[in-house]
């Protein structure tokens, strides 16, 4: 255009911006506003609001907003669109306090919700699990004189689906022809899925009926959410029935459904089945997907077919299909579990080289492992591994390694014994799942030679000085977790609001209030304090005993905490709930502070 002397205008360069956001493109789309704000054009509402709304779908809720302040900078007023695209991105990541604040801003700038900015909320309260709170809002919406659309009660049909709560999904569901609107495909079809998923197919085939009976076409999900039901309850004979309709219909377009089954035959070690089912795919030209192959793969690994679950990832790197950590998670734990160790170590490598980045739990597995085969210097060296790849071990790795060292001082048969069972146990990560005889087995001198090793591995010793003081906490032996407190605080360690609550609670644990304030000043001296949850413990604890003293000055140093200063207004009201001779007095109060303490808010 420019070499015709015809210049792009804003309208020109907004529908470019968008196109290229629709793309995915989103480096590109901000390129071409460079550009044109070079060539001097500037952007309009439209063009912010594009880039706004593409920001908060990709996750980047602090650049949208960003571009949101700089769209006022520039003098513009932001319509109802801008604001609901971030409204819709606060709710996406759960931060619901920012998005209801930002409809208050909204108001207060004259600028009228609609019923998508409602729908946006309503579906943020969803997904945190507060379906009840999002009814509350369709009342108070309808009450201003909006009427809710069939979005509105499909998004609360879902959210109390999930919940579990199927009375209540239904009673939305019957509450639509109130508002002259009908239930669709994708109404029936939440309630399918969540029967499906609870194994209530006689209910699941009642919603069926009325679909056909209203004619509304059953489309691929319908389906698949019943033949994953009929195959969870192992009636493979109806799920094939249904398979064979959708093939017939021709609604056959994605592998998820082939991949139900695969996943069905697999657990089941049907492989014959299962390169069937496979083949049929290819057949009618199914595209599999990554799930797909790690289902096949997690299926010859049940069975035992090692070599040839090695051979699938092969045939997944010539099909253009790598596999992910998924998939390599599963032949790695399953070659640990048949004692293959250094092939588990050989496929870790490889999958380094392939660019796939080795997750917490694939270290958890291979520590376990060595641990359980008693060969404590190689579980360490995975460690070293794990520390080098920017990858901190959690709580499991520390317990298995925690275990090692006192195991390593039993014979070998005593160790096999107690660990035999080991390699074939579950692995669950992000849970502390250190077992406590460990911590009333272990002494302190375990403690100091865990944290050498650490430190040898190269990790920081903060985290492993965590684990240890938690674990000796949460057992009772505080003695010896006050022994490694002030190990950390004199090489310039700072205990955290983790460790602090840990210690509170045990002495609350025992209606032990002398030792809780003795420790909390201990603790704010260092330069941390304990959790809400501890501090209010201590201070009901306090009020019972008619400490009440005691148990202002907590609550002043909760109320600073909260960022209030002047505490004359508020003084009376904790002299009376102090005071109060019900045991629960100054909870009322406490819930008050917590409010107040809960600061998130959108930068605008």
Not at 158 to 163: E, L
Not at 340 to 352: F, Y
Not at 355 to 369: D, Q, R
Request: with cysteine; hydrophobic share 40%.
């Amino acid at each position: 255009m420019s070499e015709r002397g015809c210049e792009p205008s804003t309208r020109t360069y907004t529908v470019l911006i968008k196109a290229t956001c629709d793309r995915g493109l989103v480096d590109q789309a901000f390129s071409l506003l460079d550009e044109m704000i070079k060539k001097g054009c500037k952007p309009n509402v439209h063009t912010y609001t594009v880039l706004v709304d593409v920001l908060c779908r990709i996750g980047k809720i602090e650049q949208a907003n960003g571009m949101f302040k700089k769209m006022l900078k520039d003098g513009f007023t932001p319509g109802t669109v801008t604001y609901n695209a971030l409204i819709n991105g606060y709710c996406k990541e759960g931060r619901l306090v920012c998005a209801f604040e930002l409809l208050g801003v909204m108001e207060r700038k004259k600028c009228k919700p609609n019923i998508r900015t409602y729908n946006e909320l309503i579906e943020g309260l969803c997904k945190v699990g507060r379906p009840h709170k999002a009814v509350e809002l369709l009342r108070k919406i309808i009450n201003n004189g909006l009427f809710p659309t069939e979005v509105t009660f499909n998004i609360l049909i879902d959210g109390f689906c999930r919940a579990g709560e199927l009375n209540m999904a239904f009673e939305i569901l019957h509450s639509m022809s109130s508002y002259a609107i009908e239930p669709n495909h994708f109404s029936y079809t939440m309630f399918i899925d969540s029967l499906c998923k609870m194994e209530r197919l006689e209910h699941a085939g009642g919603f069926l009926g009325v679909m056909i009976k209203k004619g509304i076409s059953l489309g691929e999900v319908t389906l698949t959410a019943l033949i994953g039901g009929y195959c969870k309850t192992g009636n493979l004979k109806y799920a094939l029935l249904l398979f064979e309709e959708m093939v017939k219909n021709r609604c056959l377009t994605s592998p998820h459904t082939c991949n139900i089954f695969l996943d069905f035959l697999g657990k089941e070690a049907k492989l014959v089945e299962v390169n069937a089912m496979f083949g049929y795919m290819l057949k009618h030209g199914l595209v599999p997907s990554v799930v797909t192959y790690t289902i096949l793969v997690d299926g010859l690994c049940r069975a035992g077919e090692m070599n040839s679950s090695l051979k699938m990832l092969e045939l997944m790197k010539q099909a253009g299909c790598p596999p992910n950590v998924y998939t390599y998670t599963i032949v790695i734990k399953s070659l640990c579990q048949s004692g293959r160790l250094e092939d588990a170590e050989k496929l870790l490598i490889e999958m380094q080289k392939a660019a796939v980045s080795p997750n917490v739990i694939i270290y958890a597995i291979l520590v376990k492992s060595y641990v359980a085969a008693g060969r404590l210097t190689c579980a360490f060296d995975v460690v070293s591994a794990m520390f080098q790849d920017g990858c901190r071990p959690n709580s499991q790795i520390y317990s298995e390694l925690l275990a090692g060292i006192l195991e390593s001082e039993m014979d070998g048969s005593t160790r096999a014994g107690n660990y035999s069972a080991a390699l074939n146990a579950e692995v669950e990560i992000g849970v502390n799942c250190s077992p406590t005889f460990t911590f009333m087995k272990m002494d302190i001198y375990h403690a100091f030679q865990f944290l050498n090793k650490i430190r040898e591995c190269g990790g920081q010793p903060f985290d492993a000085y965590k684990f240890l003081i938690m674990g000796l906490g949460g057992t009772g032996r505080i003695s010896e977790a006050d022994i490694l407190i002030r190990e950390m605080v004199k090489y310039g360690l700072s205990p955290d609001s983790d460790i602090c609550s840990c210690i509170v609670t045990h002495f609350c644990k025992n209606n032990d209030y002398g030792n809780s304030l003795e420790w909390i000043t201990r603790f704010h001296a260092y330069g941390c304090d304990p959790s809400f949850a501890s501090y209010s413990a201590v201070i009901v604890g306090l009020q019972n005993e008619g400490r009440l003293k005691e148990a202002e000055r907590l609550i002043s140093d909760l109320l600073r905490n909260a960022g209030v200063e002047d505490q004359t207004a508020i003084s009376p009201y904790i002299d009376f709930l102090v005071k109060r001779e019900v045991s629960s007095g100054p909870q009322e109060l406490l819930n008050l502070i917590q409010r107040m303490s809960y600061k998130e808010r959108p930068s605008i």
